[in-house]
């Protein structure tokens, strides 16, 4: 069955002879869905976009809430040979506009709240047919799959067809959309499948947004290829997942998750039967990670993807899941680090660039040659952006994004190394630190520090705590406590809205304001 669709076939093959196994159960709605019944609706799905003129290697657009619906519709646009592109929910109609009109999509499924400002959007940018897809599972979509019979025969589609558009959150330029095929999608969730060992028996809380790699093709496909079940929430709720854990084998979640659960009492009692919790889309505190296994007797598994690669590492589920650490590269896949200015390879334990190669490495940016070209190396390998280092063990540790990097009266500094020292200060919850413009030193080191409920922390707290085990060059020249650090819908820290924010900071101050050993000249 679905032979002849790459992708599709490795995400059904774990349920042919028991599709009357559950699949999904639903959060909201407490309904449940066989995996027969479920892979029906896909090719209901499939059927529907083909009746409106999808063909093979068309985008189809989707800025809906997460619903069961939306995943028949990923799975449908596989089976159609389409190319799925599921868009942030909180994109605004502004930017909406850019990845239509640069993906060029037959198709797009929006919340029928947002239809009415969203057609003329559409209909600018050539969009064939708008579909809707509520929050309650109704639309016009869904009604459309339910006037449809099943029996869809799957459009053949290869290893290196496209299978998903995924734009990256454009933090700095014109948000770039990654192409994934289907052999990267499906050789990654295959490996983390194996590694992570599901299996049938197990059963996924899933409370991560389907817009994005970990909830879709990490999360979701995980799920379809070993046979699982999943809780299907449509956010994050730390008291419903409380009540999930005793029924439940394995939760995936950002670190926001298991920092909000610490705070639940009762989490020791709940996660006491529960196998697995992988962490991931932002860095996971060293903090959270001995507190999580402190109070719950289970050691969480960071792993290390972004969009453009799926996943490239992981803690190993047996061993030491060593916290501040990404773990080993995964079977198949290499990473190694680099000189960011040569690209030469470094040395065991030299901070560098990372570079991954793999099945798993996109096959570059949507109409961006030039910048595929930038990144994409023709031997195969992948310039990721983040600087790391490989340690003695193998163990792979994220330093910081390369924009990242300070350069401070002409030294090196590493963000991520001052922010370990910080985080550890009494009353610290967590801080963030960044480059900003200076007339001297080109960059000077600057701290955002949020700290904990009810603690009392002072700048001058932060600098003295921080003095003795930094040099001077690398010592923030000003710390500002804040409530909260802006973050994503993943929950990454978006370094860049804080340094537009403090970029004017040294702008009037006199030329003679930095001196001493920090300063080269």
């Known amino acids: 069955m679905y032979d002849d669709s790459y992708l599709a076939k490795r995400l059904r093959v774990a349920s042919l002879g028991a599709g009357h196994a559950e699949f999904l159960r639903n959060h909201q709605t407490g309904e449940s869905v066989s995996y027969d019944g479920f892979f029906a609706n896909a090719e209901?799905?499939?059927?529907?976009?083909?009746?409106?003129?999808?063909?093979?290697?068309?985008?189809?657009?989707?800025?809906?809430?997460?619903?069961?619906?939306?995943?028949?519709?990923?799975?449908?646009?596989?089976?159609?040979?389409?190319?799925?592109?599921?868009?942030?929910?909180?994109y605004t109609g502004a930017e909406l506009r850019y990845f239509l009109g640069d993906a060029t999509p037959r198709i797009l499924i929006c919340d029928p709240r947002k239809l009415d400002d969203l057609e003329p959007i559409a209909q600018d940018t050539g969009v064939a047919r708008i579909f809707t897809i509520g929050a309650d599972e109704s639309g016009s979509?869904?009604?459309?799959?339910?006037?449809?019979?099943?029996?869809?025969?799957?459009?053949?589609?290869?290893?290196?067809?496209?299978?998903?558009?995924?734009?990256?959150?454009?933090?700095?330029?014109?948000?770039?959309?990654?192409?994934?095929?289907?052999?990267?999608?499906a050789s990654n969730s295959e490996t983390l499948k194996d590694v992570w060992r599901f299996t049938s028996d197990d059963v996924l809380i899933h409370a991560l947004p389907i817009f994005h790699t970990h909830g879709l093709f990490v999360a979701t496909n995980v799920t379809l290829m070993a046979g699982s079940s999943c809780i299907f929430m449509a956010g994050f709720d730390a008291d419903a997942i409380l009540s999930y854990m005793p029924r439940s084998t394995a939760l995936m979640g950002v670190p926001t998750f298991y920092v909000r659960l610490?705070?639940?009492?009762?989490?020791?009692?709940?996660?006491?039967?529960?196998?697995?919790?992988?962490?991931?889309?932002?860095?996971?505190?060293?903090?959270?990670?001995?507190?999580?296994?402190?109070?719950?007797?289970?050691?969480?598994?960071?792993?290390?993807?972004?969009?453009?690669?799926?996943?490239?590492?992981s803690n190993p589920y047996d061993g030491d899941r060593r916290a501040g650490t990404v773990g080993f590269p995964l079977p198949g896949v290499e990473v190694i680090v680099t000189n960011p200015e040569t690209g030469a390879a470094l040395a065991q334990g030299e901070i560098g660039m990372l570079e991954v190669r793999g099945p798993n490495v996109f096959a570059?940016?949507?109409?961006?040659?030039?910048?595929?070209?930038?990144?994409?190396?023709?031997?195969?390998?992948?310039?990721?952006?983040?600087?790391g280092q490989i340690d003695e063990d193998g163990y792979v540790h994220i330093v910081g994004r390369g924009k990242d990097l300070i350069i401070s009266g002409g030294y090196n500094v590493y963000p991520k190394e001052i922010e370990i020292l910080i985080d550890?200060?009494?009353?610290?919850?967590?801080?963030?630190?960044?480059?900003?413009?200076?007339?001297?030193l080109g960059e000077a080191v600057l701290a955002v520090v949020v700290p904990e409920p009810g603690a009392v922390v002072t700048p001058e707290d932060i600098a003295a705590g921080v003095a003795s085990d930094l040099a001077r060059f690398k010592q923030p020249k000003k710390v500002f406590v804040v409530g909260e650090l802006p973050r994503n819908t993943m929950g990454k820290v978006q370094k860049n809205l804080l340094r537009d924010g403090y970029a004017a900071l040294f702008s009037r101050r006199r030329r003679s304001v930095a001196t001493g050993p920090d300063h080269c000249t």
């Open 364 to 387: 570059g940016y949507w109409q961006m040659p030039g910048k595929t070209a930038e990144e994409l190396r023709d031997n195969g390998f992948f310039i990721t952006g983040d600087l």
């Open 424 to 440: 550890d200060l009494p009353g610290v919850a967590e801080s963030a630190v960044i480059g900003v413009p200076h007339p001297d």
């Open 262 to 313: 610490l705070d639940k009492p009762g989490l020791a009692d709940a996660a006491r039967g529960m196998r697995l919790f992988v962490s991931g889309s932002a860095p996971l505190l060293a903090e959270t990670h001995d507190r999580w296994s402190k109070v719950t007797g289970h050691a969480i598994l960071e792993r290390y993807g972004m969009t453009e690669t799926n996943m490239n590492t």
């Open 44 to 90: 209901r799905m499939a059927a529907v976009l083909t009746g409106a003129g999808v063909q093979p290697g068309d985008r189809v657009a989707v800025q809906a809430p997460k619903t069961q619906a939306m995943l028949e519709l990923y799975v449908g646009t596989v089976l159609a040979g389409a190319v799925f592109l599921p868009l942030n929910t909180a």
């Open 141 to 185: 979509l869904v009604q459309a799959r339910n006037a449809t019979a099943p029996g869809f025969a799957p459009v053949p589609r290869g290893a290196d067809d496209l299978a998903a558009i995924l734009y990256t959150s454009g933090t700095t330029g014109r948000s770039k959309g990654a192409m994934l095929t289907h052999r990267g999608l």
